[in-house]
């Protein structure tokens, strides 16, 4: 591997040291102008994570930046004492490092958290000042930016800066206080304004695929009314087979012993159950197990001269329910439980003749007529079951009273389940249930319908339909203004809020404490990014000239020159911006909180400028802390 030595003769006699510090001074000017720019361009930043991941690099760059300039001016390129040396760089970089970094943020939590609950509400409406000014809504006499003018370095870095000025001019925070709530409403309509033509396109493409969702609807719910038509038909078919069997069953039970024989047959039965009982309970009483063999065959011969077979003489026994009663014993209150046998007393004539009727298919000895036939509760049974071997469900308490009835009920029960299949089908073909019948408005208004359209317009929390017919402009007006006003009533809110519910322990003392590091850190983070870099960057370019032979002296004068130039040029010579009347008024103000350190938001607005276009140049070269660099305006 080649050594440094070999690479150019500029390395020719360098320490190896020296080479190396060079190499990471400049990696380290790549990185802080890279975010340098980067920071300038987060001027409205919309993500609190990108925000914060922003000032942690800014510190650990800072500390950097502090660390190998310090490394730069511990000794010329001689070789000496490497224990002093090498304990020289380490005690450097263990102060210079950690008291930069965690100075920086000890510095900014410190203001934060010792700010008053008036500066933190003023913190928030200079917060809403910098996005008027980013917006062109809010304008400074001779400090206004064209609309194409708004993002260019000048803009970004006057913006980034101004609202640390004016957090210490309180002349100008009464002034946004006042104009707060017309500063929202045109940043309402300038978002929508901003926004129309993506939002719209969006609106126009989700319209288009509703009308596609339309289309198929329409096509499958009116083959579901055609269906519909036919279930009358189809309910006169079922019921002329119904009806042509009901016949046939009432003529053949005209015919047969389902007749007044079957009352005389029941009379019968009573007459012999009741000789039955009587003389079984007196066998076991007096006769013993051979009057019982003798009863129970008479009966079984009668039985099964009227039936046909044997009946068990248990069949004619009701069941006794089971009670739970309280009494008194041996004064103690228990629970007695009493029947959970049969009772096969002849008094239960009524019991003896349903059994009787269950046992010839029946629940009457006689129908008065063919239409009280088809209203008994044998032919709703039958019919029960017949229909539900169709997939056609009838409810236990059904009964056939007419034509009339016996037609809706079916139909009614067909088309529920065409609306069933229907239901399914649109899920599996749309991916949404939706009832059939509906209309072409009642279609449109559906939230099933509404919701991708809402969706797709981050309106999920509107409760009224989207209409699916609007300009441009009437969709900017009904749809887009009134969501954006909605989002920013939120802030409206915190702006007119009492300033006492900012005080710690109050419920914005948190966002405000946010608000007042929006407005803090940037411009810090910005002024110590150039210091430090631009600091770097002299350290790098005198290399050459104290290697050239040229009196040190000389170099050494050079060296502190430019870095006086550095510091003091831009607040002597400043930018077109800072020379205006606005700004100057805000920086006069200004100086009663901060004395001379208000002439350091000048310095940051005429030379940022001009370090951008490097920076810029880098981090886009590397994709350098792209992500969720938007702005929120």
């Not at 006492?500 to 966002?511: H, L």
């Not at 407005?519 to 770097?536: Q, T, Y």
């Not at 200004?590 to 981090?619: D, H, I, K, M, R």
């Amino acid at each position: 591997m080649l050594s440094a030595k070999k690479l150019l003769p500029f390395f020719r006699n360098m320490p190896s040291w020296a080479v190396i510090l060079i190499g990471l001074q400049c990696l380290y000017l790549v990185l802080e102008f890279s975010f340098n720019a980067r920071l300038v361009d987060s001027v409205l930043v919309a993500d609190t994570g990108y925000f914060d991941h922003l000032s942690h690099v800014g510190r650990l760059l800072s500390g950097a930046g502090c660390t190998l300039l310090i490394f730069s001016l511990l000794k010329n390129w001689k070789d000496g004492n490497k224990t002093i040396f090498i304990s020289a760089h380490v005690a450097a970089a263990s102060i210079a490092f950690p008291l930069v970094y965690y100075g920086q943020e000890e510095i900014i939590n410190s203001l934060v958290n010792k700010s008053s609950a008036e500066q933190r509400m003023h913190a928030q409406h200079i917060a809403l000042l910098k996005r008027g000014l980013a917006n062109n809504v809010v304008v400074f006499k001779d400090i206004e930016f064209v609309p194409e003018d708004i993002d260019r370095p000048e803009a970004k870095t006057f913006i980034n800066t101004i609202g640390f000025s004016v957090f210490f001019a309180p002349g100008y925070i009464d002034a946004v206080v006042e104009n707060s709530d017309p500063i929202i409403e045109q940043l309402a309509k300038h978002r929508a304004n901003k926004e129309l033509p993506d939002a719209y396109q969006k609106y126009v493409g989700a319209r288009e695929e509703v009308a596609e969702l339309s289309e198929k609807y329409n096509q499958a719910n009116l083959n579901y009314l055609k269906q519909v038509s036919k279930m009358e038909k189809k309910a006169q078919e079922i019921w002329r087979d119904v009806y042509l069997g009901l016949q046939d069953q009432w003529e053949e039970r005209q015919k047969g012993k389902i007749s007044s024989s079957l009352r005389d047959g029941f009379d019968l039965l009573y007459d012999r159950l009741e000789v039955y009982f009587i003389a079984r309970e007196k066998c076991g009483d007096f006769g013993g197990e051979r009057c019982l063999r003798r009863v129970n065959k008479e009966y079984s011969e009668n039985i099964e001269s009227s039936f046909g077979e044997i009946v068990p003489p248990e069949y004619w026994c009701k069941p006794v329910e089971i009670k739970k009663t309280v009494v008194m014993q041996a004064g103690r209150f228990v629970e007695k439980i009493s029947g959970g046998n049969l009772d096969c007393s002849i008094a239960n004539r009524s019991f003896i003749r349903d059994q009787y009727l269950r046992m010839h298919g029946v629940t009457s000895f006689d129908y008065e007529s063919f239409r009280g036939f088809m209203a008994s509760a044998e032919v709703a049974a039958g019919l029960r079951k017949k229909l539900g071997e169709q997939g056609i469900d009838v409810p236990d308490s059904y009964r056939l009273k007419n034509h009339e009835s016996f037609i809706n009920g079916v139909k009614a029960e067909l088309v529920a389940q065409l609306k069933e299949r229907f239901i399914d089908q649109t899920e599996s073909q749309f991916n949404v249930s939706l009832p059939p019948g509906l209309d072409t408005a009642a279609f449109l208004e559906h939230p099933v319908v509404q919701f991708p359209l809402k969706d797709a317009l981050g309106m999920e929390r509107q409760a009224e339909p989207v209409p699916l017919n609007l300009s441009e402009k009437s969709f900017r007006d009904l749809i887009l203004v009134p969501r954006i006003k909605n989002a920013l009533a939120v802030e409206r809110g915190r702006l007119m809020a009492k300033t006492a519910y900012y005080a710690d322990g109050e419920p914005y003392a948190e966002e405000g404490k946010n608000f007042v590091r929006s407005v803090l850190i940037p411009p810090v983070a910005m002024g110590l990014s150039l210091l430090f870099g631009l600091l770097n960057f002299i350290s790098l370019l005198f290399v050459p000239l104290a290697r050239s032979g040229m009196n040190q002296r000389l170099v050494v004068l050079c060296r502190y020159s430019i870095v006086a130039i550095i510091i003091f040029g831009p607040v002597v010579f400043s930018s077109k911006i800072a020379n205006t009347a606005p700004f100057q008024r805000i920086v006069e103000e200004s100086q009663e909180s901060l004395g001379w350190g208000s002439n350091f938001v000048v310095w940051v607005t005429s030379l940022q400028p001009v370090v951008y276009p490097v920076g810029n140049f880098f981090a886009d070269a590397m994709g350098f802390l792209d992500s969720g660099q938007g702005e929120s305006r």
